[in-house]
């Protein structure tokens, strides 16, 4: 899946450059054209997207949004305000396998097993229409946090951890490893938010006559994304071993107490605030009746602040004594890359109103995902974790809404 992504990246940044490039070109040529010709660029700009605003048909009384066929030079309306409602629905998707419990030799818990199902969310869009040839786009949207909980037992207490490199304590080498091994439940959850908002400047591309139409955008796009990670582990009662003998022989204490049935509990947290700047590109397809189909494509590069949180703690089941180990804080500057791709049908009643159902695909690469900076070291663990930021992360998922177009 690793080398997936990564030639879909490659793919996107190309695809976004080529068409930008064009469109750049295109727009030019377009403009000479028109002032050689006497004419106004505007006329080999005109229009972007579903209800954007007036085609050149419509400024002279005519309804071309459904483009009939006696209208040789179909393009979207543009009108000079234009507010998008839609729901989205986005699942995650990661490229990461990290395990937690062993029973007979096999993983028996890994963060494979959690499952981020779709999420819903709104997503608004509101557009300015500055002239013939730009527009003023800006968008946001959120889905619900993802919240997902694996839990194994065994009632004979053969649950390895992988605080111990699945191995049983033959040699314990601190008390923390003593108490983590011989489980009878070992329990995972993961939790996870999306968020993501943008401001674009959108300019159209000079196109033929004909059923195609074509945009360009350059502007600025923040995104969280927020993770959470929680394990928690019941372990067998351990006998006390190490005996210190006193010179008669005799056992005066032991180096490693008895110690009763332990549950130990440890989270963590990482937060990824992407902030930078997009490229994109849009083309618009009408196919008849109203109907049309868009594909829009965007590329951004982000500064990411990257935090993590861990803490952990230790209960004795049998004394209820509690043992809090210090919280840790680590935070950090990255370079990040996402990738964004959307497939949208538009049906429209009018130059006014649309509706709009399609698929969205996010690709984020370079950000903290929690469950890879959960650390099995216990002592990296307690004493000072490490922010490990070469992860990649996929939402993807439908979408459907209403335009209105003033």
Sequence with gaps: MGNVIGNGKVLIAVLALAVAGTGWVGAANGADKAAGEGQTPAAHAPGLSASHGLSPGEENGDDTSNCPDRIVDCKPPRM?????????????????????????GEVALSSVYLDYPFQLGPRVLIGRTINDCYQIEGSYFNVAQSDDTVTVRDSQWR??????????PFTPETEFRRNVTDNSLMSIRGLSYLQSGELNL????????????????????????REGFEYLSLSKAVPADG?????????????YPALGPTASFARVDTGNELLGCQLGAMIEFFKEDGWWVNFEVKGAIFNNHAT???????????????????TSHTARNTTAFMGDLALTVVYRWGPRASARFGYQAMWIDRVALAADNFNTDMSLLTQGPQLHTNANVVYHGPFAGLELAW
């Design 159 to 168: 649950l390895l951890s992988a605080f111990t490199n699945y191995l049983p």
């Design 202 to 225: 959108r300019q159209a591309i000079s196109m033929p006559p004909g059923r195609m139409a074509a945009s360009f955008l350059v502007g600025a796009r923040y995104m969280a994304i």
């Design 243 to 255: 005996p210190v003998l006193d010179p008669g022989g005799n056992i005066d204490h032991y180096v």
């Design 80 to 104: 000079p305000w234009y507010v998008r409602s839609e729901a989205v629905a986005l699942r995650r998707d990661a490229n990461h396998d990290v395990g937690f419990a062993a029973l007979n």
């Design 308 to 326: 993590l949180d861990t803490t952990f703690s230790q209960v004795d089941v049998t004394t209820a004594a509690q043992h809090d180990f210090p």
